[in-house]
């Protein structure tokens, strides 16, 4: 008698969770579409972001070295630096939004960034962008990859492209998915480098 019990019992809840979970899986859905409303500033049209939309998966990676001679070339007491350059990082996915991360880049051989992406897309393909954290930290191995140097800079090319794409399909600004916390940041530029035939005054006006 208490076995029939248990088992009638077993089926209700069952039936109950069948009819049940399709309507609070609806109300999450619904939930989530009204967390995510954004409204325009140009108007007071109210734009809903589909979070399934949200969904996506990254297709390829690549990157293009741009150089260009300075100039003056300018040195410190280790190195000169001739030429100036950027790394440019694209990152796309197959919702059809791409990502751009853009990586400083000072070395003269443009084949040393596109090198070391190749090795990096074995951990960031057929991820999802939005996990910007695991992705980072399989790119981050700190006996091969990472710490410093070039390495590190197209590490960070490829972070900045994921969130890009968080950016452009959430319709917000990164500062917001930061959680807005400031409208200001501080901002660090070097100078003082020497230059040949730079006078002490020429040194003074730039500093």
């Given at each position: ?143 091969l990859i990472g710490r410093r140097g070039i390495a590190t800079r197209v590490i960070s090319g490829i972070d900045i492209a994921l969130w890009d794409i968080k950016g452009k399909a959430t ?37």
């Amino acid at each position: 008698m208490e076995a029939s019990f248990k088992k009638a019992n077993h089926t209700k809840n069952t039936e109950y969770l069948n009819s049940t979970l399709p309507n609070i899986q609806n109300q999450k859905y619904n939930c989530l579409k009204l967390t995510l409303q954004r409204r325009t500033t140009s108007s007071s049209t109210v734009t809903i972001i589909d979070p399934r939309s949200l969904k996506m998966k990254i297709t390829d990676v690549s990157l293009d070295s741009y150089r260009w001679p300075r100039n003056k070339p300018i040195r410190n007491g280790r190195y000169t630096y001739p030429n100036s350059g950027i790394d440019v990082v694209e990152v796309k996915t197959d919702n059809n939004i791409t990502g751009i991360g853009l990586a400083g880049a000072l070395h003269d051989e443009p084949s040393i960034g596109p090198a070391i992406l190749k090795h990096l897309k074995q951990y960031v393909l057929d991820q999802d962008p939005f996990d910007t954290e695991k992705i980072w930290s399989d790119m981050w191995q700190p006996k091969l990859i990472g710490r410093r140097g070039i390495a590190t800079r197209v590490i960070s090319g490829i972070d900045i492209a994921l969130w890009d794409i968080k950016g452009k399909a959430t319709g917000q600004p990164l500062y917001k998915l930061l959680g807005g916390f400031t409208n200001s940041m501080p901002v660090y530029i070097a100078g003082g480098y020497y230059e040949e035939n730079k006078t002490l005054n020429d040194l003074a006006e730039e500093m």
